[in-house]
């Protein structure tokens, strides 16, 4: 994979992140700024089909702005911004709109699922969902666009659109490919039943206090066969052993499957230890992020610049949009 190809990925301001954000996006962000050209967006127009609540709304954004400071995004090596600070995106949002079939959006998953579930009064927003994301990616000259495997509908569909367009008045857009990120195992919430999410109230914020995020990683469900402190457990099916895999060494995994295997750890120490690797590898980020709460115009002035350095490529793009379809 070439080393400077630009990288694009937005994310929706949509609350306190938990261990399944954290792993499953936030720290494959992070990581892909080291050897790649990163664009990356806080995508609070897109949050906007399903907030409503203006402050609300703000403080979100500000805060995932803070998360992802916390976490290491580095403004130096990243260009990082507010999607609404990029008003040619709504601009190209109608231009390739006009050459979106109704069949392609039609088949969105999100919009099929919102049928589905008989969503009261559907929007022509939560619709044209897919277009503004495909206009998202394309303004920047993306070439690569991380998403899981559920979400690589998505990626499809603007590389329908663009194709669609360089077919229709000439090569305009670069045809973006996804970067299907490492998948990480699916982390249960701590019912133990669910994937964690906000939806489910099952979840382990990362940026807590230390006595919520005791609390909540305390409260998971583990193999539920295992009713005494002298049963055996079986690792394979309790969710605290999956964070045991992913924070803990190899050393410490097999002592602790075979220790849990022949009861000689109980659950209650399993879970405490978790909660100590969890806490040492997001000490520094913790810390970080309680600092940057009490400098929030360094936030703005992070996200300004962000915006002037992906502004600049907008621009370019948006012109040569233009002069393609005559305007």
């Known amino acids: 994979m070439s080393k400077n190809k630009r990288v694009l990925s937005g994310m929706q301001p949509s609350g306190?992140?938990?261990?399944?954000?954290?792993?499953?996006?936030?720290?494959?962000?992070?990581?892909?700024?080291?050897?790649?050209?990163?664009?990356?967006?806080?995508?609070?127009?897109?949050?906007?089909?399903?907030?409503?609540?203006?402050d609300k709304l703000a403080e979100m954004t500000t805060g995932l702005a803070l998360d992802y400071l916390a976490l290491g995004l580095d403004p130096e090596k990243t260009a990082f911004f507010r999607q609404s600070d990029i008003p040619e995106v709504t601009e190209l949002t109608w231009i390739i709109?006009?050459?979106?079939?109704?069949?392609?959006?039609?088949?969105?998953?999100?919009?099929?699922?919102?049928?589905?579930?008989?969503?009261?009064?559907?929007?022509?927003?939560?619709?044209?969902?897919?277009?503004?994301?495909?206009?998202?990616?394309?303004?920047?000259?993306?070439?690569?666009?991380?998403?899981?495997?559920?979400?690589?509908?998505?990626?499809e569909i603007a590389r329908d659109i663009a194709t669609t367009f360089n077919h229709t008045y000439g090569?305009?857009?670069?045809?973006?490919?996804?970067?299907?990120?490492?998948?990480?195992?699916?982390?249960?919430?701590?019912?133990?039943?669910?994937?964690?999410?906000?939806?489910?109230?099952?979840?382990?914020?990362?940026?807590?206090?230390e006595e919520d995020l005791r609390k909540q990683v305390m409260s998971m469900v583990t193999d539920p066969a295992r009713v005494r402190r002298d049963d055996p457990g079986n690792p394979d099916v309790c969710n605290v052993f999956t964070l045991h895999k992913i924070f803990n060494s190899e050393k410490n995994i097999a002592e602790i499957n075979k220790n849990c295997r022949n009861a000689s750890l109980g659950c209650v120490d399993c879970k405490k230890q978790i909660l100590e690797s969890i806490m040492e590898e997001l000490k520094a980020a913790r810390k970080k992020r309680i600092e940057l709460e009490n400098n929030l115009d360094y936030i703005e002035e992070v996200l300004r610049r962000g915006a002037t350095r992906a502004r600049e490529v907008a621009t370019k793009t948006l012109d040569r949009v233009r002069n393609s379809v005559g305007l």
């Open 97 to 155: 709109s006009t050459v979106t079939p109704f069949g392609l959006l039609e088949r969105a998953h999100a919009w099929k699922d919102s049928i589905a579930k008989g969503t009261k009064n559907p929007t022509v927003g939560l619709f044209s969902y897919p277009v503004l994301m495909a206009a998202d990616i394309l303004i920047y000259d993306s070439e690569l666009v991380p998403v899981g495997r559920d979400q690589k509908q998505h990626i």
């Open 16 to 54: 306190k992140p938990h261990l399944g954000n954290y792993l499953g996006a936030m720290k494959p962000h992070i990581e892909l700024q080291e050897n790649h050209e990163c664009f990356y967006f806080l995508a609070n127009y897109h949050a906007l089909t399903t907030v409503r609540d203006k």
């Open 171 to 209: 090569e305009t857009f670069i045809v973006p490919e996804d970067l299907i990120k490492k998948e990480v195992e699916t982390i249960l919430g701590t019912d133990g039943i669910h994937k964690m999410s906000k939806s489910y109230s099952n979840t382990v914020e990362i940026f807590a206090p």
